[in-house]
């Protein structure tokens, strides 16, 4: 039976890097018998162009008609004049929200032929491998109420909740717990106790959730010492869990150890291992359309899906090997070219990824 994949190339970078990803997706079809149906759909920029909504009803409609979604990026500068619930990152929201994606699973690897391109040492970063599992569909990005308000005194006031409720909680720290026993068994939990009640509850049942994994060593992390250690010393880190915006801070500054945020997959899942997967890159637009940026993360993010919502770890491996085979020939997209690497543009990189996976068919 074939899988349904709907492609959502988005904004700015997006087509060019979501392109390169089809590239491997066909070559995976046409030479490795892998049986997929694909299909695209308009998001963020592109959705409001094309049917005036970031997340036009067309979109979500094949959202919930495929096996999983691959995204490019949503945002652009054109767009920043449209009120708030018109511009692009609420399509992106949206889609995470109406899919209920609330596990986002956001790893930092370290490629080895990359240790030069990190601005960290070395040996501060060699190895690397983290899991940043960011809860997705709660917390500050949702909670209500919000706005911008007119007070008396003739200023404005603007407002968000945060909040979450023991079962949305529970159910990220479950994925959390769930993803490091398959790992190294060590969880980092990352809240701001010391000054939120959200926080003060997440941790409350985090640690009662951590009951049912015995194997697994909890941890608890103040957010502010968690940024502090993730540059300091990050492979102290195996698997860590955090609600939605400190979750976004996070996985960024993690990116970056790995030498770029161009390299780093991610997976938006629900309860059913249903998901979304994306680049934890935007969408670039100082650079879109230049043909400059690293299709890589988009790459990983098809070998991603292949795992966790495809069930087939085999392909996913063969796409993670060619990657590795090319970064070894020396191809290097701007963001992570060093000296004496051969310098590649999105689609020479795509182009090799798909020699790669052609050599060992
Ligand atoms: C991310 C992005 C999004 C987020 C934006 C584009 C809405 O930064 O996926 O990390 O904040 O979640
Ligand atoms: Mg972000």
Redesign the pocket.
């Known amino acids: 039976m074939s899988s349904k994949i709907l492609i959502l190339p988005g904004d700015g970078i997006g087509p060019e890097i979501v392109a390169e990803a089809k590239k491997v997706l066909e070559t995976l079809r046409s030479d490795f018998g892998l049986q997929i149906e694909t299909e695209e759909g308009a998001i963020g920029g592109a959705g409001y162009d094309a049917a005036g909504h970031p997340l036009p009803d067309a979109t979500l409609a094949l959202a919930g008609a495929a096996d999983s979604v691959l995204l490019g990026a949503?945002?652009g500068p054109q767009y920043d004049g449209l009120p708030r619930e018109l511009r692009p990152?609420r399509g992106?929201?949206g889609i995470r929200s109406e899919l209920d994606l609330f596990s986002n699973l956001r790893p930092a690897i370290l490629y080895e032929q990359l240790a030069d391109a990190s601005t960290l040492r070395p040996e501060v970063v060699a190895g690397l491998d983290i899991m940043i599992v960011r809860e997705?569909t709660g917390g500050i990005?949702f909670g209500q109420p919000r706005g911008i308000e007119n007070l008396d005194s003739g200023e404005r006031r603007g407002f968000n909740t945060l909040e979450y409720k023991e079962s949305e909680i529970e159910r990220i720290a479950r994925s959390a717990f769930e993803i490091a026993m398959k790992r190294d068994k060590r969880l980092c939990s990352v809240d701001k106790a010391n000054v939120l009640e959200v926080s003060e509850l997440w941790r409350e049942v985090v640690i009662r959730v951590g009951a049912e994994y015995p194997e697994v060593e909890l941890s608890h992390m103040y957010v502010d010492n968690a940024a502090m250690q993730l540059v300091r010393a990050p492979k102290q880190f195996d698997v860590m869990v955090t609600k939605?915006m400190f979750g976004?801070i996070l996985?960024?500054a993690a990116a970056m150890l790995t030498g770029s945020i161009g390299m780093l997959p991610?997976a938006s899942l629900n309860a059913q291992n249903y998901g979304m997967y994306?680049p934890?890159h935007?969408s670039a637009p100082d650079i879109a359309g230049q043909g400059v940026a690293n299709p890589l993360a988009t790459i990983l993010s098809v070998a991603m899906m292949l795992r966790y919502s495809l069930n087939e770890p085999q392909m996913a491996e063969r796409i993670e090997q060619a990657v590795s085979d090319v970064l070894d020939k020396g191809l290097r997209t701007p963001d992570i070219y060093s000296e004496g690497m051969q310098k590649a543009g999105t689609a020479d990189m795509g182009d090799a990824v798909v020699e790669a996976l052609r050599a060992k068919s």
Do not use: F, H, M, R
Request: hydrophobic share 35%; glycine share 14%.
């Open positions: 949503v945002g990152e992106l929201l997705l990005y939605n976004d996985s960024d991610s994306e934890i935007g």
